[in-house]
Structures are given as C-alpha cells and as structure tokens.
Nanobody, 114 residues
Framework: QVQLVESGGGLVQPGGSLGLSCAASGSIFRINAMGWYRQGPGKQRELVAGITRRGVTNYSYSVKGRFTISMDNAKNTVSLQMNSLKPEDTAVYYC????????WGLGTQVTVSS
C-alpha cells in the first residue's frame, strides 16, 4: 500500500508565497520521478512541475521562474515552493509519484485571493 500525504495548501494574497510538501510512504520499490499537478475550477488537470530522481526538472510555462520543485530521494519527499502567486494559480494541487506504478495524492487546495 502506497500513501502520499500532501501538506501546505491554504489561502494567500496575490504576490504571496506558499510551500507544498508531499511525503510518499509504503511499498515503493524505487521512485523515478515526482511532481505536482493542479486542477483549477472548470479546468483539466495539468502538470505544474516535475523532477526526476537525478534532479532534472521541468515546469509548465505559466509557473516557470515563480515555482521551484525539489526532491529528497532519501526521504521520498517532494516540495514545491510557489512565489509571486497569482489568482490563476488557484487550484487543487496533486502530488504525483512515478515508480513501479503511478500514484496520486488526494490533493491540497491553494487559493490566491485578496
């Protein structure tokens, strides 16, 4: 049984910062990559940022330069530091793990509003 526990969502004003974390536990043999997706109101789920176990990162165009993803291989955790947040960043953010299978967290709400 694999479990992903996300934390760090909440309400923040435009221009503010927020950090998300996700810890993977359970029977995971080897994590190849971790990432964050989001789904805004009335929108499809989209990739926000991803990172491989070797540290190669990729970001969606809309967050590049504002968000930073990092991964701790030893602890099986992935974090997302979000700066200069905009109202359009409002969404449910989901942790994603690519290992022997693909695993998803339950999601954490991020709301950017004044």
């Amino acid at each position: 049984q694999v479990q992903l526990v996300e934390s760090g969502g909440g309400l923040v004003q435009p221009g503010g910062s927020l950090g998300l974390s996700c810890a993977a536990s359970g029977s995971i043999f080897r994590i190849n990559a971790m990432g964050w997706y989001r789904q805004g109101p009335g929108k499809q789920r989209e990739l926000v940022a991803g990172i491989t176990r070797r540290g190669v990162t990729n970001y969606s165009y809309s967050v590049k330069g504002r968000f930073t993803i990092s991964m701790d291989n030893a602890k099986n955790t992935v974090s997302l530091q979000m700066n200069s947040l905009k109202p359009e960043d409002t969404a449910v953010y989901y942790c994603n793990v690519v290992a022997d299978s693909i695993y998803w967290g339950l999601g954490t709400q991020v709301t950017v509003s004044s």
